[in-house]
């Protein structure tokens, strides 16, 4: 059972002054705030949408050297997207079953060399709350309800562990499921509301993947889907996409779910508000999904209404259920729900 007492400390991550201008994914006005000083190397996520050119990080990631660090200078330009200092007051909720310890540093989870890598190369020294709980909680195999305010470092709480499960079956199985027809067999999703942050979850995704083979391919509507089939073709193990143009891919027999293992949705309560619950649910639960149990899945929130709660308990297995910050809207908030 969850106690849904969600108080304490305003939520304390802070946007940096470097952020992109346009950037913004809400019609809020909420900036996603990928505004690390580094990333004035990425082109614009806007540029993908009228020339369908996606980001080649190697391009940029080239440059960009591995260096050790000691964590001394994690509030220094180089990372100061978020703000570390506001950490201490931030409350955290973390429920379940034999749950995984969080962790310090990113060194303490095993997630293979290439990551490690990637991880310095972003200067990511020192994992925000966030990360700090869940991504040994999905690397340990759990499924995970995370309600976390956006700008919390939420992609990599889920990407991490993502490409991380990725490269350890890459032992066992065939991988990307190329060669076998023009259908796609990506063996995670992550579905995400608008085409913005889509893009937004790929380029990152991308930077973490850097150099190790995993294949990320990023769908979304409004854009010709033509040029997003030939991206599927070229192989793809994480598939990043918004609901109505999964739907039209799957239903055009261009993708197979067949082969998931890793689901995330990312801003569950966004998608809901925007009217893609009957998309999601036929994802899920109408095509060919495995089901909750032979699936892992995360389930990435700011607000947990009842609606998502139906989500969680419909789609998640045995979850662990990690609060961090003050949860969106208190009246959204309903206090037990049944494992
Ligand atoms: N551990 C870290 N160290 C340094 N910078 C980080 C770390 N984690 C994330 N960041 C940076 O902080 C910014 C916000 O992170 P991110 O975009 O992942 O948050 P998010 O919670 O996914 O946001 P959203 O809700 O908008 O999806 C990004 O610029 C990201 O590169």
Known sequence: MHSGS?????YGFVRSSTSQPGS??????????RGRSGSQRWPSVNQNFNNQRLVDVSENFDELEITEDDGSNINTKENSAINFDAYEDIPVEVTGSHIPPPVNTFTEIDLGQGLNDNIQRCKYVKPTPV???????AVAGRDLMACAQTGSGKTAAFCFPIICGVLRNRFQTAGSGRGRSRMAYPSALILSPTRELSCQIHEEAQKFAYNTGVKIVVAYGGAPIVQQFRNLEKGVDILVATPGRLVDMIERARVSLGMIKYLALDEADRMLDMGFEPQIRKIVQQMDMPPPGERQTMLFSATFPLEIQRLASDFLSDYIFLTVGRVGSSTDLIAIIML
């Open 6 to 10: 969600f108080s304490g400390a305003v």
């Open 24 to 33: 913004s994914r809400r019609g809020g006005g909420r900036s996603r705030g």
């Open 131 to 137: 990360q700090k709980h869940a991504i040994p909680i």
